[in-house]
Nanobody, 114 residues
Framework: QVQLAESGGGLVQPGGSLRLSCAAS????????MRWYRQAPGKERELVAT????????SYAESLKGRFTISRDNAKNTVFLQMNSLKPEDTAVYYC???????WGQGTQVTVSS
């Protein structure tokens, strides 16, 4: 059974940073690409970033390039999202996603506000 558990969200001031984590289980984590999505209130869920199985290839939503970094630790079955220079418009629920299994985590809330 595929399980994804996000953590690391919270309240942060504009300009601050957060690091989200997603712990995966139930599949051979190191064999599959992973993604982060986000959904802001009243908006559709949008793709934030993708990382290949070994971590050597990454891609980002154009508007987030340079501020967000996706990475993974295959020894710990965990994918990360480092978010810097956060803006109020980054406020959303952030979800981890395993595309091969069409499986979502429960999400973690990120609120950027002064």
């Amino acid at each position: 059974q595929v399980q994804l558990a996000e953590s690391g969200g919270g309240l942060v001031q504009p300009g601050g940073s957060l690091r989200l984590s997603c712990a995966a289980s139930g599949f051979t984590f190191s064999s599959y690409a992973m993604r982060w999505y986000r959904q802001a209130p009243g908006k559709e869920r949008e793709l934030v970033a993708t990382i290949s199985s070994a971590g050597g290839s990454t891609s980002y939503a154009e508007s987030l390039k340079g501020r967000f970094t996706i990475s993974r630790d295959n020894a710990k079955n965990t994918v990360f999202l480092q978010m810097n220079s956060l803006k109020p418009e980054d406020t959303a629920v952030y979800y981890c996603y395993a595309p091969r299994f069409s499986s979502w985590g429960q999400g973690t809330q990120v609120t950027v506000s002064s």
